[in-house]
T-cell receptor, first 114, second 109 residues
Framework: DGGITQSPKYLFRKEGQNVTLSCEQNLNHDAMYWYRQDPGQGLRLIYY???????QKGDIAEGYSVSREKKESFPLTVTSAQKNPTAFYLC?????????????FGPGTRLTVL | GQQVMQIPQYQHVQEGEDFTTYCNSSTTLSNIQWYKQRPGGHPVFLIQLVKSGEVKKQKRLTFQFGEAKKNSSLHITATQTTDVGTYFCAGTNDYKLSFGAGTTVTVRA
């Protein structure tokens, strides 16, 4: 949303290449999340981070990696080990625990692997 | 792990009619959130339900949380073209959300 930036909006890569998707926020939120969205499957959690220098695997972490070196940034790398990387990737933030707080979503990056 | 099922997957509605989308969890939820995603857009938070049996209204939208905190519903009255989009429920547990597959709503004018 207004305080969450994901770039680029569309990204094309060749099969076998790693690619890093950026997510930047100026909301001063502690928690950040990466989701993957495929048609008819809703949003699936890839990785999440509750605090700087700490992150946890979500439900579909295989073939992805993340880092959280700064509070504002949570980049996602889609590696060549990810078998079906073509998807819509959404970054989200929350001021605290998911159980008590709404999540704010960025505009998303649509990745196409050729 | 926690699974959240949502039905129907698609809802085609005549403008002015009512409809309901349902959300069911395999486990008891701490609370439930609802989001709306317009075509080509990103999910936007609508509401959070916390208490057993809770009912909340937002204009033409009525959200309900089941007594056992394992199901929820969203009812829209007098559907308008602005209601087009996909509605997701998401069950919360600790620091994660588990999203349903969504109900995609189209409206016939």
């Amino acid at each position: 949303d207004g305080g969450i930036t994901q770039s680029p909006k569309y990204l094309f890569r060749k099969e076998g290449q790693n690619v890093t998707l950026s997510c930047e926020q100026n909301l001063n939120h502690d928690a950040m999340y990466w989701y993957r969205q495929d048609p008819g499957q809703g949003l699936r959690l890839i990785y999440y981070s509750q605090i700087v220098n700490d992150f946890q695997k979500g439900d579909i972490a295989e073939g992805y990696s993340v880092s959280r070196e700064k509070k504002e940034s949570f980049p996602l790398t889609v590696t060549s080990a990810q078998k079906n990387p073509t998807a819509f990737y959404l970054c989200a933030t929350a001021p605290g625990a998911a159980s008590r707080n709404e999540q704010f979503f960025g505009p998303g990056t649509r990745l196409t692997v050729l | 792990g926690q699974q959240v099922m949502q039905i129907p997957q698609y809802q085609h509605v005549q403008e002015g009619e009512d409809f309901t989308t349902y959300c069911n969890s395999s486990t008891t939820l701490s609370n439930i959130q609802w989001y709306k995603q317009r075509p080509g857009g990103h999910p936007v938070f609508l509401i959070q339900l916390v208490k057993s049996g809770e009912v909340k209204k937002q204009k033409r939208l009525t959200f309900q949380f089941g007594e056992a905190k394992k199901n929820s519903s969203l009812h829209i009255t007098a559907t308008q073209t602005t209601d087009v989009g996909t509605y997701f429920c998401a069950g919360t547990n600790d620091y994660k959300l588990s999203f349903g597959a969504g109900t995609t709503v189209t409206v016939r004018a």
